[in-house]
């Protein structure tokens, strides 16, 4: 099921206007869209991300087999990574609201690292969400340079997010 959010200054929350949309295909955990979806509008009206996201956004939960096939598909690579996301330009002539991404999103990952570290699925999941966001906002992590700047970005927005009260130290939901 399909639940789209429409963020901006008209909806309480900072920065331009932005659907967002959860796209639920795995079963291995229960999540709310409404969670993501907030979650997701509070990290893009950061510093560093605001106004650098495409105004559309999809957010795509699967399993480990429905991440191997869209590795297959994207990369012909044949692994479960943890999350891929997908920038699209908009197409010329068409309105600039129309640029739009996909942030896929491996649960199944998720709930198994969370598992081994004693962190909760739900955290591990938000950061999965920041990483792909930082990604989609310009930051490259092809370097170990690169790399350990996200993350300690990556990790600020956490840390925010929990401040903010949308996740706790150790989420366990």
């Known amino acids: 099921m399909r ?8 909806n309480g929350n900072i920065g331009p206007a932005m659907r967002i949309s959860v796209l639920n295909r795995q079963k291995c955990l229960r999540l709310q869209p409404d969670f993501l979806k907030k979650l997701s509008a509070f990290f893009a009206s950061l510093p560093g991300l605001s106004g650098r ?5 999809a957010i795509v939960l ?11 598909n994207a990369r012909d690579e044949q692994d ?4 891929l996301c997908f920038p699209y330009r908009r197409v010329p002539g068409e309105p600039p609201d129309e ?3 996909d942030i896929i999103i491996n649960v199944e990952r998720a709930a198994a690292v969370a598992a081994r570290s004693g962190t909760g699925a739900i955290r591990e999941i938000a950061l999965y969400l920041a990483h792909a966001l930082d990604h989609l906002g310009g930051g490259r992590d092809s370097s170990p340079a690169g790399r350990r700047l996200m993350r300690s970005r990556e990790l600020r927005w956490l840390r925010k997010a929990c401040r903010a009260g949308l996740l706790q130290d150790r989420d366990r939901r």
């Open 99 to 101: 640029a739009t991404a």
């Open 3 to 10: 639940n789209a959010l429409r963020t901006g200054p008209a």
């Open 80 to 83: 479960a990574t943890d999350v």
């Open 62 to 72: 699967v399993d480990h087999r429905g991440m191997i096939r869209l590795q297959a």
């Open 53 to 57: 996201l495409p105004p559309s956004l």
